[in-house]
């Protein structure tokens, strides 16, 4: 009897004490994943801290330095001198008014023929995956190339567009487009217009894909017209992403010199110059002091921008979940 009770003592301390040494081989199998998946990160990590976050940290304190390639010899802590230059400028209005007008007027014609062109492309027809494959095409094309390719075709000598525009009799000599301050925004605008486009079909054609059919459906059984499916059925449902659309694309416009300085350089006297071309404009004349400042002032409108952004993505998250 006293055998047994012993026995049936024992059995729960030897119960409770089996599952340890299975732990002890989890928790070193954790461990050593760990310090294999951190093995592998850490040649990364190491590559970004040197080549992306080493660069911005000295890039950024040469905005507070007398930073200029011209006098080397004084680089001296400067404070907010270089802000106060920038601001100081006579430039700087206009090319704050040129970067507000490149965003808004590139932005807004991207949108419209963009929805049209992803409404178009949703509905089913005869060889529509070419038609998608053409338009989608711009986008796999370098910005820079495109300023180049509309550079020659806005040529005032012998550019395309001055040849189309004389063959329909609506000009008879050519316009130097972007030689003449009235014209030569408009022309970077255009080229811009043409090129983001796509982004928009892209992005919009995606979101109408998860719009249902049934939802059509019922609004024709109400005898509700295109119209009014439209902006009742389709605009509503893809709200979010459209409005994610738009804060991403106003981040990129406004980061996005390429076009510009391949059409324009920033020219004529300043008029096509953006915030971002201005800035490589500034670099060029070895001023890295103030080119560094204005590149911590583009970083804080982005980083506005970009907390807009998140904020709605949150917001399209928590209305999908």
Same mark, same amino acid.
């Given at each position: 009897?006293?055998?047994?009770?012993?026995?049936?003592?024992?059995?729960?301390?030897?119960?409770?004490?089996?599952?340890?040494?299975?732990?002890?081989?989890?928790?070193?199998?954790?461990?050593?994943?760990?310090?294999?998946?951190?093995?592998?990160?850490?040649?990364?990590?190491?590559?970004?801290?040197?080549?992306?976050?080493?660069?911005?940290?000295?890039?950024?304190?040469?905005?507070?330095?007398?930073?200029?390639?011209?006098?080397?010899?004084?680089?001296?802590?400067?404070?907010?001198?270089?802000?106060?230059?920038?601001?100081?400028?006579?430039?700087?209005?206009?090319?704050?008014?040129?970067?507000?007008?490149?965003?808004?007027?590139?932005?807004?014609?991207?949108?419209?023929?963009?929805?049209?062109?992803?409404?178009?492309?949703?509905?089913? /027809?005869?060889?529509?995956?070419?038609?998608?494959?053409?338009?989608?095409?711009?986008?796999?094309?370098?910005?820079?190339?495109?300023?180049?390719?509309?550079?020659?075709?806005?040529?005032?000598? /012998?550019?395309?567009?001055?040849?189309?525009?004389?063959?329909?009799?609506?000009?008879?000599?050519?316009?130097?487009?972007?030689?003449?301050?009235?014209?030569?925004?408009?022309?970077?605008?255009?080229?811009?217009?043409?090129?983001?486009?796509? /982004?928009?079909?892209?992005?919009?054609?995606?979101?109408?894909?998860?719009?249902?059919?049934?939802?059509?459906?019922?609004?024709?059984?109400?005898?509700?017209?295109?119209?009014?499916?439209?902006?009742?059925?389709?605009?509503?449902?893809?709200?979010?992403?459209?409005?994610?659309?738009?804060?991403?694309?106003?981040?990129?416009? /406004?980061?996005?010199?390429?076009?510009?300085?391949?059409?324009?350089?920033?020219?004529?006297?300043?008029?096509?110059?953006?915030?971002?071309?201005? *800035?490589?404009?500034?670099?060029?004349?070895?001023?890295?002091? *103030?080119?560094?400042?204005?590149?911590?002032?583009?970083?804080?409108?982005?980083?506005?921008?970009?907390?807009?952004?998140?904020?709605?993505?949150?917001?399209?998250?928590?209305?999908?979940?």
């Amino acid at each position: 009897m006293s055998r047994q009770q012993t026995t049936l003592k024992e059995r729960p301390s030897t119960r409770a004490g089996a599952p340890a040494a299975p732990r002890a081989r989890r928790r070193q199998f954790t461990t050593r994943r760990g310090f294999v998946i951190l093995a592998f990160m850490l040649p990364a990590a190491v590559f970004v801290g040197v080549f992306t976050y080493y660069p911005m940290i000295a890039g950024s304190q040469m905005a507070f330095r007398n930073w200029n390639l011209t006098n080397l010899t004084d680089t001296s802590w400067i404070g907010l001198g270089n802000f106060e230059k920038i601001l100081a400028d006579p430039s700087f209005g206009t090319i704050l008014g040129n970067t507000v007008l490149w965003v808004v007027a590139s932005i807004v014609p991207q949108f419209v023929i963009g929805f049209a062109i992803a409404l178009w492309l949703r509905r089913r /027809f005869r060889f529509r995956g070419l038609y998608q494959a053409l338009i989608f095409f711009p986008w796999a094309i370098s910005g820079f190339l495109i300023g180049i390719l509309f550079r020659w075709m806005f040529n005032g000598e /012998f550019g395309v567009i001055n040849d189309v525009l004389k063959k329909l009799g609506l000009i008879e000599t050519g316009i130097p487009w972007l030689a003449e301050p009235s014209s030569a925004m408009f022309a970077v605008i255009v080229a811009n217009v043409w090129y983001g486009v796509t /982004f928009f079909a892209i992005m919009i054609l995606a979101a109408l894909q998860s719009v249902p059919d049934e939802l059509y459906e019922a609004g024709a059984l109400d005898g509700a017209s295109k119209a009014r499916m439209l902006f009742q059925i389709t605009i509503p449902t893809i709200s979010t992403t459209l409005a994610l659309t738009v804060l991403l694309r106003i981040i990129w416009i /406004f980061n996005f010199p390429d076009i510009i300085w391949a059409m324009t350089g920033g020219g004529p006297a300043n008029q096509t110059h953006i915030i971002t071309t201005w *800035m490589i404009n500034i670099t060029q004349r070895g001023d890295y002091g *103030m080119a560094s400042a204005l590149g911590l002032l583009v970083v804080a409108i982005l980083l506005i921008f970009s907390a807009f952004y998140l904020m709605a993505l949150r917001g399209k998250k928590e209305v999908t979940a």
